[in-house]
């Protein structure tokens, strides 16, 4: 039986997979298991009778639904749920921490489309779960013999009315410098950022355009936002602006376009904001935290300015696990989940943006030009499907991948790395040149094709 949670919480098909009695069934075995430990103590030791859970959802119109069966088995397991309404992903891992709730629970399947969605959790202190504590969860769903609280030990339903302003003064006060006279397009993904993102860059300063900033349930992602940045680069243009910031549904993605409309993806980004916060004194052992798809231009420009790059797994919880480690400052991924530790437990879309612009009001430096501290080099990732993700020991394989790191030297490196639930390969490579690169990933993706391809039958 399949791994019930992915990599970031439980997603599928609304209503298909993801059933109300399913998000219900959750909630309760979330319940279960994150209501205990030192928290708990320290809870009861504070007179408070009941733990309490912070729930919140993107505007997708299943979110509803799935809200409401969420809040039925959190209260009905003794949970009393505040409920912050539609906000961004690490809005809601935020209020976990600033009112020191036990757990929280975010509605939302991300960058994904309208009929999609999924169920996150956080854990005390806004941090997202470990795979162990995530499958303590879902063991717990198939455990029936705790029992049923009944009367005063049910928990409560209730609005959390200040949960967006909290967040938008946590956010103001971050912000290392105003915004005033830069002229930003925000693109909102039709999603969660609609509400506070453009609040927070008005109040800090910024004259503010908008896209993707009328969510109606249904068109989430569509065309707008983070995955089509190519709306951006051309309302851009057209308002003349200085730079866009395009968010995720969920807002925990960042990436921004320049004044002349050129994409700045979030190794772009990474790169520009580590090497402000060593100027400023404020970069924990020159050290930034990336993932292994991160661009090699990323790498070169950080060893220029002395700054260490250390290696993750794909997956903003990873990054967030070796951030964690030496408590680094900065961390993130090439798709622009950007974690600042000092303000934040997970990818902040946001606030990504809002630094991005700050810096670009702190050093009078156009986007353009505070991109130009790295050189992107050419990446080309090809997927190889129906193969053995398990197989790239092989020594076919392993030759080819030996004979093309051979033949780009220093200018250039190759990645595979498998799927981690679909019978596919990626396939990664990156040269001085595009066609050098797609050449190269296409003959490693024959090589995999060949020497590992599944049996039809």
């Known amino acids: 039986m399949p791994r019930l949670f992915g990599t970031d919480g439980v997603r599928g098909l609304a209503n298909g997979e993801l059933t109300a009695a399913l998000a219900l069934g959750l909630a309760q075995a979330s319940a279960a298991v994150l209501t205990h430990g030192h928290h708990a103590d320290a809870r009861r030791a504070s007179g408070r009778p009941r733990p309490r859970a912070v729930l919140a959802r993107d505007p997708r119109v299943s979110g509803e639904f799935l809200g409401a069966a969420v809040a039925a088995g959190l209260a009905s397991a003794g949970v009393d749920v505040l409920d912050a309404g539609v906000i961004p992903t690490p809005a809601a891992a935020f209020l976990v921490a600033d009112i020191d709730a036990d757990f929280g629970v975010m509605i939302s399947a991300s960058h994904n489309p309208a009929p999609d969605n999924g169920i996150k959790f956080f854990a005390t202190g806004g941090r997202k ?129 320049d004044a002349a409309g050129n994409a700045i993806d979030g190794d772009q980004i990474m790169a520009i904001l580590a090497l402000s916060l060593q100027e400023r004194g404020r970069l924990k052992d020159d050290t930034l935290v990336a993932t292994v798809m991160s661009n090699l231009g990323l790498k070169r420009a950080m060893a220029d300015a002395g700054i260490t790059v250390i290696e993750a797994g794909v997956g903003d919880r990873y990054v967030l696990e070796k951030m964690t480690e030496g408590d680094y400052s900065i961390g993130g991924e090439q798709s622009g989940h950007i974690i600042f530790n000092e303000f934040a437990t997970t990818g902040d879309g946001i606030l990504t943006g809002l630094h991005l612009v700050a810096e670009m009001a702190r050093t009078g430096k156009t986007l ?86 599944l049996d039809a039958a």
């Open 129 to 257: 779960l470990p795979d162990e504590v995530e499958d303590r969860i879902e063991a717990a769903m198939h455990d029936h013999s705790a029992p049923t609280p009944t009367g005063i030990d049910v928990g409560r339903i209730s609005r959390f009315a200040d949960a967006e302003d909290r967040y938008v003064v946590h956010l103001l006060g971050t912000l290392p410098h105003r915004l005033d006279g830069i002229h930003v397009v925000l693109d909102c993904a039709n999603g969660a950022a609609a509400g506070v993102s453009p609040e927070v860059f008005v109040n800090a300063g910024a004259r503010v355009t908008l896209i993707g900033a009328d969510p109606d349930g249904w068109n989430i992602n569509d065309g707008v936002g983070s995955t089509h940045i190519d709306n951006l680069s051309r309302a851009v243009l057209e308002a003349g602006a200085d730079v866009g910031i395009a968010h995720d549904g969920d807002a925990d993605r960042c990436l921004a376009v």
């Open 368 to 453: 353009q030009e505070l991109a130009s501290c790295m050189t992107v080099f050419p990446q080309v990732l090809l997927n190889v499907r129906g193969v053995d993700r398990h197989g790239l020991a092989d020594q076919g394989v392993q030759d080819a991948i030996a004979a093309a790191s051979e033949a780009l030297g220093d200018s250039g490196r190759v990645l595979l790395r498998p799927s981690g639930t679909e019978p596919v390969v990626r396939v990664m490579v990156e040269a001085a040149s595009q066609d050098d690169a797609q050449r190269i990933a296409e003959e490693l993706a024959a090589v995999v094709q060949d020497r590992l391809a």
